[in-house]
C-alpha cells in the first residue's frame, strides 16, 4: 500500500523540520514546498507555525496559503495546522491591541491567555470529546505547550447540516481550545512534533486518515 503523501507548507514561519521528521516517521511521504500544485495534489496538507499571528498571516499570504488552504477545504481535503498554523484558522487574531484577520474557518479571535504566567510553556493535559479520531487511544495524555494566546470560546458555524466540529479543551489560567476537527480540518495548539509518544500517536492517527484521499 502507498504511503499517505503530506505536504509541510513552507512560507517562512514554522519548526518545519521536526514536523517533517515526526510525519515521516509515522509513515507518510512528507514534502516540504510553498509550491501550490504540490498542496494541492498532496494527500493532507500541514501548516505549521510559531511566533506572532500577524507575521505568519503575511507569510502565508506571501506564498498564497489562504487560497492553498481555502481550495483545498472546499474540496474536502485534509488540512492539519499546529499552533500559530491553528490560530490563524480562526478569524482574527489580537495581539498588542492591533487586530489580523485570519483565514476565517472558523469564528472567534485569538487572543492573550489570562493566566498568572504566560507564555504557557510545557505538558498539559486535554479534555477531549468522545469519537475524537485525533485522540484516539491518547486521550489522558500530555501535550507540550508553547503559547501566550489562545482562541477561548469556538462558537457555532451556524449551519445545522453539518456534523458539529468536535472541540478539545485545554487549561491554562482559564480554559483555551487545544484543537479542533472540522472536516477535512484538523488543528492543534501544542506541538504534537515535539509531544513525545502521545504526539507521535496523534499524528499517526491523523495520517491513517488520508488513506483514499
Known sequence: MTSP????????????RSAVRALERVGAQVELTSDADAAARADGLVVPGVGAFAAVMHGLRAVRGDQIVDRRLAGGRPVLGICVGMQVMFDAGDEHGVRTDGLGEWPGVVDRLDAPVVPHMGWSTIDAPEGSTLFRGIEQEYFYFVHSYAARSFGPLGD???????????????????????????????????????GAQLLENWVTTLKGH
Do not use: C, I, M
Open 5 to 16: 503523501s503530506v505536504v509541510v507548507l513552507d512560507y517562512g514561519f514554522g519548526n518545519v
Open 160 to 198: 445545522a447540516r453539518f456534523t458539529p466540529p468536535k472541540v478539545t479543551w485545554a487549561e491554562h489560567g482559564e480554559r483555551f481550545v487545544a484543537a479542533v476537527e472540522n472536516g477535512p480540518l484538523a488543528a492543534t495548539q501544542f506541538h504534537p512534533e515535539k509531544s513525545g509518544d502521545a
